[in-house]
């Protein structure tokens, strides 16, 4: 469609010229030259947004009922959104497909006046540490900007051997998309 578009628009910018409405030698041109080539250049930036689509990466996924952690992985099982379905919810880990910037954020809430306690892991490295305090649903949220490399995979696990329970029903979740 888009070349069908731009062979169009081609074939009416030389008679609009040719009319004496374009004066090209001094720079001018007339509002139906501006308005073809103005079209032309949305086409082209339509056409790039849909191209781009093709490199959409994003997930968004939310803890099930109240499970009770200790020293694992945390599962976001409830999955909304996986375009390119590189969040696994059978493990927690979301494992990046191309090099790149991505963002990355999480909710912790704790079940109760529990307090969780947790770590963003980067492959097996602690990227960073969180909690939540021990008040009536307590939670944080956390969001970072991962330059991460094909393969690279990111979770969140629990960093205590103490059970405690993290409150699901969509309020805990963890999500992420490619930036650049």
């Known amino acids: 469609?888009?070349?069908?578009?731009?062979?169009?628009?081609?074939?009416?910018?030389?008679?609009?010229?040719?009319?004496?409405?374009c004066d090209v030698l001094h720079g001018k041109t007339s509002c139906i030259t501006e308005d073809l080539l103005q079209m032309i250049i949305r086409v082209n930036r339509q056409s790039d947004i849909k191209q781009g689509s093709k490199q959409m990466i994003a997930f968004l996924a939310f803890v099930k009922g109240t499970p009770v952690l200790s020293n694992n992985g945390i599962k976001f099982e409830d999955v909304e959104t996986n375009i390119?379905?590189?969040?696994?919810?059978?493990?927690?880990?979301?494992?990046?497909?191309?090099?790149?910037?991505?963002?990355?954020?999480?909710?912790?809430?704790a079940y109760g006046d529990a307090k969780v306690e947790y770590q963003w892991r980067k492959n097996e490295t602690v990227f960073s540490?969180?909690?939540?305090?021990?008040?009536?649903?307590?939670?944080?949220?956390?969001?970072?900007?991962?330059?991460?490399?094909?393969?690279?995979?990111?979770?969140?696990?629990?960093?205590?051997?103490?059970?405690?329970?993290?409150?699901?029903?969509?309020?805990?979740?963890?999500?992420?998309?490619?930036?650049?």
């Not at 062979?7 to 004496?20: D, E, Y």
């Not at 696990?157 to 979740?173: A, D, I, P």
């Open 84 to 109: 390119g379905n590189h969040y696994n919810p059978t493990t927690g880990v979301f494992t990046a497909p191309i090099s790149g910037l991505y963002v990355l954020s999480s909710m912790i809430m």
């Open 1 to 21: 469609m888009k070349m069908t578009i731009q062979l169009i628009l081609a074939f009416l910018t030389p008679s609009v010229c040719v009319s004496g409405d």
């Open 129 to 180: 540490t969180g909690y939540t305090n021990h008040a009536n649903g307590s939670s944080q949220s956390q969001t970072y900007v991962f330059e991460l490399k094909k393969g690279d995979r990111v979770f969140l696990k629990h960093r205590t051997s103490n059970s405690q329970k993290l409150y699901g029903h969509r309020c805990s979740y963890f999500n992420g998309y490619l930036l650049k």
